[in-house]
C-alpha cells in the first residue's frame, strides 16, 4: 500500500479532499497502481508545531513582521 504524505499549512476540508482526490489521481497515473491502494496523510500542523533550524516556526514569522 503506497503512503503519500503531504505536510503544509492550514487546509480547510475542501482543499483536503481536493488534494487527495488529486494525488491520488496523479500518482495512480504515474504508477499505474489502483487508485484504492494509495493512502494520503496530510499533516496541516500549526506553525507552533513546527522547527525549523532550531527555531519555532511561529518565532521566526513573528520576528519577520
Same mark, same amino acid.
Given at each position: 500500500?503506497? *503512503?503519500? %504524505?503531504?505536510?503544509?499549512?492550514? +487546509?480547510?476540508? /475542501?482543499?483536503?479532499?481536493? +488534494?487527495? /482526490?488529486? $494525488? %491520488?489521481?496523479?500518482?495512480?497515473?504515474?504508477?499505474? *497502481?489502483?487508485?484504492?491502494?494509495?493512502?494520503? *496523510? *496530510?499533516?496541516?500542523?500549526?506553525?507552533?508545531?513546527? #522547527? $525549523? #533550524?532550531?527555531? +519555532? +516556526?511561529?518565532?521566526? $514569522?513573528?520576528?519577520?513582521?
Amino acid at each position: 500500500m503506497p *503512503i503519500i %504524505t503531504f505536510a503544509g499549512g492550514k +487546509l480547510t476540508g /475542501e482543499q483536503k479532499a481536493e +488534494l487527495v /482526490e488529486q $494525488v %491520488t489521481e496523479a500518482a495512480h497515473k504515474a504508477t499505474d *497502481i489502483h487508485k484504492d491502494a494509495f493512502v494520503v *496523510i *496530510i499533516r496541516d500542523g500549526a506553525q507552533g508545531s513546527t #522547527g $525549523v #533550524g532550531g527555531d +519555532l +516556526l511561529a518565532d521566526r $514569522v513573528s520576528q519577520a513582521q
